[in-house]
C-alpha cells in the first residue's frame, strides 16, 4: 500500500476515504472537525443506479443527538422527513405489539429521504474543506497517512489488504416503493413475521410507502417469477397487505418500478484495521436491519473512526486496535440481542429461515471473499 505514509510531523496528516454514504462522511465531518485534510473518493456505480425509486430508511431516536454532533441538526428538521412516532410488530406469540416513541427521551424516530440526508452530510464536509476525488480519477493520487475503508457490505479496500469478511447468514433485502393515494394517518413503521422471512412497511417522505421483504437467498422467489413472486410472498403477510391497501397503494404499482435486491446479513470483517487503514459503517460490519439501527449505527461509527484517527495523528499507537476492539464488543452484543429477538418468534420455528436463527446463527466460522 504505497500511498500510505507513517503519521509524522514532517507533512500535514491527510486521510482518504473510500466510500460516499452516511459512515463515510460522519467519519469526514468528524476528522474535518478536529483539523484533518479528507479526501473522499466515492465508488463507481453502474448507470442502472439512476433508475431505482428514491430510498427511505429509518432513523432511531438515538440519532438526533449525533446529528447535533455533526452539526447538521437544524437542516434535518427543515428537509421534510417523516416522524415515526411508533412501531407496530407482529412477531413473536403474544401477536401485534406496539412502541410509542411519543415519550421518548431522546424524541420520535424518523422515516428519511437517504437522496436529501446523505446531500446534507455532502454539504456539512464540502464547507468543512473535504476535498472530493471523482471515482474515475486517473490521475496519480496524493499521498494520505490513513485510509478509510466506507465502501459497504463489499468491504473493498480492506479486503484488498488480506482481510476476510465472516457471514452468519445470507439474508436478502427485496425493496420497492410506491406511491400512496392517501396521506399516512398512523405515521408507524410495521415489521410482520411470516414462514419465510418477515416484512417491514412504513411511509415514506413524497407520498410514497417503502416495503421491504426479508429472506434467505435460497427461500426467495425464483428469477423468473420475478417481481409476481414476491407479490405472492405478500399475501402471506395480511397485516402489511391491508395496510397497504387502507392508504391506496396498489400492489400492482411494485411490480410496474424498479426494485432493489440487497444483501442483509449479519457479517464482520475478521479485523477491522491494519497498518495505516480501518474499515467503518457496513464495511467493517453488517447488522440485520431488524436491528432498525443502520444509520444510527453508520454515524456513531463514522465519528468513532474519526476520533481513533485523530488519535493516531497525535501519537496514540494504540488508537486503531482500540478503535477494533469497541467495534468486536459492539458486534457482540448485537449477536445476543439478536439472537434474543429471533428466538422470541415461535409460530413459524418449524420453518428454514428461523430454525436458521434459532441456534446462534453466526459463529464466526463461515467465510467469504466475496
Given at each position: 500500500?504505497?500511498?500510505v505514509?507513517?503519521?509524522?510531523?514532517?507533512?500535514?496528516?491527510?486521510?482518504?476515504?473510500?466510500?460516499?454514504?452516511?459512515?463515510?462522511?460522519?467519519?469526514?465531518?468528524?476528522?474535518?472537525?478536529?483539523?484533518?485534510?479528507?479526501?473522499?473518493?466515492?465508488?463507481?456505480?453502474?448507470?442502472?443506479?439512476?433508475?431505482?425509486?428514491?430510498?427511505?430508511?429509518?432513523?432511531?431516536?438515538?440519532g438526533?443527538?449525533?446529528?447535533?454532533?455533526?452539526?447538521?441538526?437544524?437542516?434535518?428538521?427543515?428537509?421534510?422527513?417523516?416522524?415515526?412516532?411508533?412501531?407496530?410488530?407482529?412477531?413473536?406469540?403474544?401477536?401485534?405489539?406496539?412502541?410509542?416513541?411519543?415519550?421518548?427521551p431522546?424524541?420520535?424516530?424518523?422515516?428519511?429521504?437517504?437522496?436529501?440526508?446523505?446531500?446534507?452530510l455532502?454539504?456539512?464536509?464540502?464547507?468543512?474543506?473535504?476535498?472530493?476525488?471523482?471515482?474515475?480519477?486517473?490521475e496519480?493520487?496524493?499521498?494520505?497517512?490513513?485510509?478509510?475503508?466506507?465502501?459497504?457490505?463489499s468491504?473493498?479496500?480492506a479486503?484488498?489488504?488480506?482481510?476476510?469478511?465472516?457471514?452468519?447468514?445470507?439474508?436478502?433485502?427485496?425493496?420497492?416503493?410506491?406511491?400512496?393515494?392517501?396521506?399516512?394517518?398512523?405515521?408507524?413503521?410495521?415489521?410482520?413475521?411470516?414462514?419465510?422471512?418477515?416484512?417491514?412497511?412504513?411511509?415514506?417522505?413524497g407520498?410514497?410507502?417503502?416495503?421491504?421483504c426479508?429472506?434467505?437467498?435460497?427461500?426467495?422467489?425464483?428469477?423468473?417469477?420475478?417481481?409476481?413472486g414476491?407479490?405472492?410472498?405478500?399475501?402471506?403477510?395480511?397485516?402489511?397487505?391491508?395496510?397497504?391497501?387502507?392508504?391506496?397503494?396498489?400492489?400492482?404499482?411494485?411490480?410496474?418500478?424498479?426494485?432493489?435486491?440487497?444483501?442483509?446479513?449479519?457479517?464482520?470483517?475478521?479485523?477491522?484495521?491494519?497498518?495505516?487503514?480501518?474499515?467503518?459503517?457496513?464495511?467493517?460490519?453488517?447488522?440485520?436491519p431488524?436491528?432498525?439501527?443502520?444509520?444510527?449505527?453508520?454515524?456513531?461509527?463514522?465519528?468513532?473512526?474519526?476520533?481513533?484517527?485523530?488519535?493516531?495523528?497525535?501519537?496514540?499507537?494504540?488508537?486503531?486496535?482500540?478503535?477494533?476492539?469497541?467495534l468486536?464488543?459492539?458486534?457482540?452484543?448485537?449477536?445476543?440481542?439478536?439472537?434474543?429477538?429471533?428466538?422470541?418468534?415461535?409460530?413459524?420455528?418449524?420453518?428454514?429461515?428461523?430454525?436458521?436463527?434459532?441456534?446462534?446463527?453466526?459463529?464466526?466460522?463461515?467465510?467469504?471473499?466475496?
Open positions: 500500500m504505497s500511498t505514509r507513517p503519521p509524522g510531523r514532517q507533512l500535514p496528516f491527510t486521510v482518504r476515504i473510500i466510500g460516499d454514504g452516511p459512515a463515510a462522511l460522519a467519519t469526514a465531518i468528524g476528522l474535518l472537525q478536529g483539523g484533518v485534510a479528507v479526501r473522499c473518493r466515492p465508488p463507481r456505480r453502474p448507470a442502472t443506479a439512476s433508475a431505482l425509486p428514491p430510498r427511505a430508511d429509518s432513523l432511531s431516536p438515538g438526533h443527538a449525533l446529528l447535533a454532533r455533526l452539526g447538521v441538526a437544524e437542516a434535518f428538521a427543515a428537509d421534510g422527513h417523516l416522524p415515526c412516532h411508533a412501531h407496530a410488530c407482529d412477531w413473536g406469540p403474544g401477536g401485534l405489539r406496539h412502541l410509542d416513541f411519543i415519550s421518548h431522546q424524541g420520535s424516530a424518523w422515516q428519511v429521504d437517504r437522496g436529501r440526508f446523505d446531500g446534507r455532502r454539504e456539512r464536509a464540502l464547507a468543512l474543506g473535504l476535498q472530493w476525488e471523482p471515482p474515475d480519477n486517473t496519480a493520487a496524493p499521498p494520505v497517512q490513513a485510509i478509510v475503508d466506507a465502501s459497504g457490505r468491504s473493498h479496500f479486503r484488498r489488504q488480506g482481510a476476510r469478511r465472516l457471514r452468519g447468514d445470507r439474508q436478502l433485502a427485496w425493496l420497492a416503493s410506491a406511491p400512496a393515494a392517501h396521506a399516512p394517518g398512523d405515521g408507524m413503521s410495521l415489521v410482520e413475521a411470516t414462514a419465510d422471512g418477515w416484512w417491514y412497511s412504513a411511509p415514506a417522505p407520498g410514497r410507502w417503502s416495503l421491504a426479508f429472506t434467505d437467498a435460497d427461500l426467495r422467489p425464483s428469477p423468473a417469477q420475478g417481481h409476481a414476491w407479490l405472492q410472498r405478500l399475501a402471506a403477510a395480511p397485516r402489511t397487505l391491508d395496510r397497504l391497501i387502507a392508504h391506496g397503494v396498489d400492489a400492482r404499482h411494485l411490480a410496474l418500478q424498479p426494485a432493489r435486491l440487497l444483501a442483509a446479513d449479519s457479517s464482520r470483517l475478521d479485523r477491522f484495521c491494519g497498518s495505516g487503514w480501518l474499515a467503518v459503517g457496513d464495511a467493517a460490519m453488517g447488522f440485520d431488524l436491528s432498525a439501527h443502520g444509520l444510527t449505527v453508520a454515524l456513531q461509527s463514522g465519528l468513532h473512526a474519526a476520533q481513533a484517527l485523530i488519535a493516531l495523528r497525535d501519537g496514540d499507537a494504540q488508537a486503531l486496535p482500540a478503535y477494533a476492539a469497541r468486536a464488543d459492539a458486534f457482540d452484543a448485537y449477536q445476543r440481542q439478536r439472537l434474543a429477538l429471533y428466538r422470541d418468534e415461535t409460530r413459524h420455528a418449524c420453518h428454514r429461515y428461523w430454525q436458521r436463527r434459532r441456534h446462534g446463527g453466526y459463529d464466526g466460522t463461515t467465510s467469504s471473499s466475496n
